[in-house]
């Protein structure tokens, strides 16, 4: 079992910066591949970045490249995203995710995942 807890989420004027943690619990936490997901009001959940088990390997959608980076520290059992340039379409609730498999950009490749942090960008 794993639970995952957000934090970082906050209110920011649209060119600014935030940080999101996602802090993990369990023994294997170096194991899985970790997903950054958001889903705004109305609107269906979207990937937004990922990363594999060991940090090798990194993955993130169109709407954010160049602008938002994930990272992941396993001693820290934490992965983070890092959200720079901030725009009001970037307003959503941010999830982090676990996945047992390889890492990938659809939800149901993941098996956990946390409750979510709110992000809200004003113009």
């Known amino acids: 079992q794993v639970q995952l807890v957000e934090s970082g989420g906050g209110l920011v004027q649209a060119g600014g910066s935030l940080r999101l943690s996602c802090a993990a619990s369990g023994r294997t936490f170096s194991r899985f591949a970790m997903g950054w997901f958001r889903q705004a009001p109305g609107k269906e959940r979207e990937f937004v970045a990922a990363?594999?088990?060991?940090?090798?390997?990194?993955s993130s959608a169109d709407s954010v490249k160049g602008r938002f980076t994930i990272s992941k520290d396993n001693a820290k059992n934490t992965v983070y995203l890092q959200m720079n340039s901030l725009k009001p379409e970037d307003t959503a609730v941010y999830y982090c995710?676990?996945?047992?498999?390889?890492?990938?950009?659809?939800?149901?490749?993941?098996?956990?995942w946390g409750r979510g942090t709110q992000v809200t960008v004003s113009s």
């Open positions: 995710a676990a996945s047992f498999a390889v890492m990938a950009t659809i939800t149901s490749a993941y098996d956990y």
């Open positions: 990363i594999s088990w060991n940090g090798g390997s990194t």
